[in-house]
T-cell receptor, first 116, second 110 residues
Framework: AQKVTQAQTEISVVEKEDVTLDCVYE???????LFWYKQPPSGELVFLIR??????QNEISGRYSWNFQKSTSSFNFTITASQVVDSAVYFC?????????????FGQGTTLQVKP | AAGVIQSPRHLIKEKRETATLKCYPI?????VYWYQQGPGQDPQFLIS???????DKGSIPDRFSAQQFSDYHSELNMSSLELGDSALYFC?????????FGQGTRLTVV
């Protein structure tokens, strides 16, 4: 069965520090998708990024960057120059690629607190 | 851009009562998902629909049922509510790609 592990339960940094959130997954599937979602204190789940198993290119979007490495089954998320507004729970998620309607399997989430 | 709409946003029910949660997916999205998120936990998949047919089922109690209607909106019906059903219930929709989530319905059972 597939599994997503976010070993860091809570991370606390001071504003402007860089922070990396780890995500490790387990699967025997050859085709799959990986995602990151942000859940701010208001509670909604905000989509951040999707990666498919055939695309190991790293991606950068503003202060956010993602490092996908199939060799280590990891999909880590880095926030550069963190800001207070980045404080949230971040979830890494997995979806089988055999179906476009597949459910998401979430990691346990990492609570990021950015202090001013 | 239109997002996933859930109603109500908050709901308080007593034990053994019934609750109905509604979800209006993003237009042209053909798949709807329901997730349950307990306090301090990750979202857990309940059930999904593709083109109005149930496509997958997760850890959904027998007391819960759901359906997707001809206009693609979906409803999650919860009966004989228990204290442990208190949670944030998310609906999400997708069309071939990532799932977009609604703001959730916070259900409190007292």
């Amino acid at each position: 069965a597939q599994k997503v592990t976010q070993a860091q339960t809570e991370i606390s940094v001071v504003e402007k520090e860089d922070v990396t959130l780890d995500c490790v997954y387990e699967t025997r599937d050859t085709t799959y998708y990986l995602f990151w979602y942000k859940q701010p204190p208001s509670g909604e789940l905000v989509f951040l990024i999707r990666r498919n198993s055939f695309d190991e290119q790293n991606e950068i979007s503003g202060r956010y960057s993602w490092n996908f490495q199939k060799s280590t089954s990891s999909f880590n998320f880095t926030i550069t120059a963190s800001q207070v507004v980045d404080s949230a729970v971040y979830f890494c998620a997995y979806r089988q690629g055999s179906s476009n309607t597949g459910k998401l399997i979430f990691g346990q989430g990492t609570t990021l607190q950015v202090k001013p | 851009a239109a997002g996933v709409i859930q109603s109500p946003r908050h709901l308080i029910k007593e034990k053994r009562e019934t609750a109905t949660l509604k979800c209006y997916p993003i237009p042209r999205h053909d798949t709807v998902y329901w997730y349950q998120q307990g306090p301090g936990q990750d979202p857990q998949f309940l059930i999904s629909f593709y083109e109005k047919m149930q496509s997958d089922k997760g850890s959904i109690p027998d007391r819960f049922s759901a359906q997707q209607f001809s206009d693609y909106h979906s409803e999650l019906n919860m009966s004989s509510l228990e204290l442990g059903d208190s949670a944030l219930y998310f609906c999400a929709s997708s069309h071939n790609t990532e799932a977009f989530f609604g703001q959730g319905t916070r259900l409190t059972v007292v």
